[in-house]
Structures are given as C-alpha cells and as structure tokens.
C-alpha cells in the first residue's frame, strides 16, 4: 500500500466534481487501500480520492482514527438519501493544514452506495460520523470546507493562503 501525497488547496482536481466510478475493479480497491494508509499516516478522519488526485467518487472514513476496526468505512459512489437537523462544529481538512473554522451541516445523514466490494450499503450517521460523510461528499464535489465560509472568516483563510502561497510555503 502506498502513502499517496495529500493535494492541497488550490489544486485544480479538488475544485472540480469528481466521477462515478463505472466498476469496483482491483485497481480500484488497490486506490482504497492506498487512501486509507494515507489517511491513517496523515492521522485523518477521512479522506477523498480528489485529495490524493484521483478525480472519482470514493472516500474513506474512520472516525476512531483507526482504533477500531469497524469504524472504517469506504463509498465508492455515495449518495445522500436524507439530511436532517443542524449542528455547528469546527473543522479541518488534510488539504487545507493549519486551518480550523466552524460549519454549519445537518446533524444526520443517510448515505448510500457501495462498499469496498461493490456491494449496497446503506448507513445512519449523526455527529462526527455525519459531518465526516458530508465533509467527504463536498470534496466529491469539488468544494472545501473553507468555500463554505462567508465574509471576514473566508477572507482571513484566503488571504493566509495565499500568503504561505507567495513565500513557498503552500
């Protein structure tokens, strides 16, 4: 399995909607393997196949931080099937290190597609679990948690980047 360098902010692939995945092929689960010993390195909850430069629709999950087996979840074409409620939390992202801000999402999820077979599954989320599957299916999207500041916030964030941009730093 091969730790995969983690593409940051301003990388074209993370700003553009990812693929449907047409089959669960090896080559594909070789991917999820190789995404979850890159999330596990970079001691991530979650990680998406745009954030290591693969423009299609699977991420990977662990809310343990791989402490429990069972914690560990892949999607291979997720699908919201409903959102509910509204929680405030802060967040961070691989592809944007040394930034935290708070985001507004729903507090529950249900989230289908396939697992790392290519079997259905269908899962429940509320709390972290719900912000990371939401925070995932924005990265599929192309959207970073940083697009869904407003104002001062987003400008404070932007304007860092760009920062560490101009010193070779980003």
Not at 52 to 67: E, L
Not at 112 to 125: H, M
């Amino acid at each position: 399995d091969v730790i995969r360098p983690i593409l940051r902010y301003g990388a074209g692939v993370l700003h553009a909607p990812a693929e449907v995945v047409p089959a669960v092929t090896p080559d594909v689960q070789q991917l999820i393997d190789d995404m979850v010993q890159t999330m596990y390195a970079a001691t991530g909850i979650g990680l998406a196949a745009t954030q290591v430069g693969i423009p299609q629709r699977i991420f990977v999950v662990d809310v343990s931080g791989g402490r429990k087996a069972a914690d560990l979840l892949v999607f291979v074409n997720p699908e919201f099937v409903e959102r509910d409620g509204m929680q405030l939390e802060e967040e961070g992202c691989l592809s944007v290190p040394g930034f935290n801000a708070t985001v507004a999402r729903p507090s529950k999820v249900l989230l289908s597609g396939l697992d790392r077979d290519g079997q259905e599954q269908t899962i429940e989320a509320s709390g972290l679990l719900a912000r990371a599957f939401q925070h995932e299916m924005d990265h599929l999207d192309g959207t970073l948690f940083v697009d869904r500041l407003r104002g001062l916030q987003k400008d404070i964030v932007a304007r860092r980047i760009k920062k560490l941009s101009r010193a070779g730093k980003w």
